[in-house]
């Protein structure tokens, strides 16, 4: 089962920020949050990745909380082309773990115009 | 783009028969993950190939088998097709840490 929680849908504006956030209270110390998109069954397109630290790359920001209990992705300015299935997933890099990605049923997000 | 490829796009089948999918993993890559994806499901995963060697499979029967080639490459084969079979099946390749994904096979079985 995955390990995280987002909801089903949300709705945002084109041109303000996506707010998406993921509650994954029983992650581990060595267990990462990453996240990913899908466009229209198109194959998921990898986003960011984090541990502790927040990130932020040319196309998202990832907030973690202290407790690491829950996280939230950001695009700062949300446009069409950002309409997709997001997926927050938390992962062991573990060589014992296989290192398989679990899915959830991720978080659909509508930008309008 | 992120260098996966897979073979063919979009495939039909009809029940009882064998398929393989095809996918090409991003240069300097060695793993090689598999998974199938449902209609409004998240991913599944089937199973991972590092170096050539099977190393972990999720809940799908052996039916479900694989290959991973020395220019690490991979094959998925599918025997005995079933209705159930008919998804998106996406292929991942990785190094590290990251798994970057291909385009997918559709696979529709009638």
């Known amino acids: 089962d995955a390990k995280t929680t987002q909801p089903p849908s949300m709705d945002c504006a084109e041109g303000r920020a996506a707010n998406l956030p993921c509650n994954h209270s029983?992650?581990?110390?060595?267990?990462?949050v990453y996240w990913y998109r899908q466009i229209h069954s198109q194959g998921p397109q990898y986003i960011i990745h984090?541990?502790?630290?927040?990130e932020t790359n040319e196309m998202a920001s990832l907030i973690i909380t202290e407790d690491r209990k829950s996280s939230t992705l950001i695009l700062p300015h949300a446009t069409l082309r950002d309409t997709a299935v997001y997926y927050c997933?938390?992962?062991?890099?573990?060589?014992?773990?296989?290192?398989?990605?679990?899915w959830g049923l991720g978080t659909s997000l509508a930008v309008n115009p | 783009e992120t260098g996966v490829t897979q073979s063919p796009t979009h495939l039909i089948k009809t029940r009882g028969q064998q398929v393989t999918l095809r996918c090409s993993s991003q240069?300097?890559?060695?793993?090689v993950s598999w998974y199938q994806q449902a209609l409004g499901q998240g991913p599944q995963f089937i199973f991972q190939?590092?170096?050539?060697?099977?190393?972990g499979r999720g809940n799908f029967p052996p039916r479900f088998s694989g290959l991973q080639f020395p220019n690490y490459s991979s094959e998925l084969n599918v025997n005995a097709l079933e209705l159930d079979d008919s998804a998106l099946y996406l292929c991942?390749?990785?190094?590290?840490?990251?798994?970057?994904f291909g385009p997918g096979t559709r696979l529709l079985v009638l």
């Open positions: 991942a390749s990785s190094s590290l840490e990251t798994q970057y």
């Open positions: 240069s300097g890559h060695n793993t």
């Open positions: 190939y590092y170096r050539e060697e099977e190393n």
């Open positions: 029983t992650i581990s110390g060595n267990e990462y």
């Open positions: 984090g541990l502790k630290n927040n």
């Open positions: 997933i938390v992962r062991s890099l573990n060589a014992g773990n296989n290192r398989k990605l679990i």
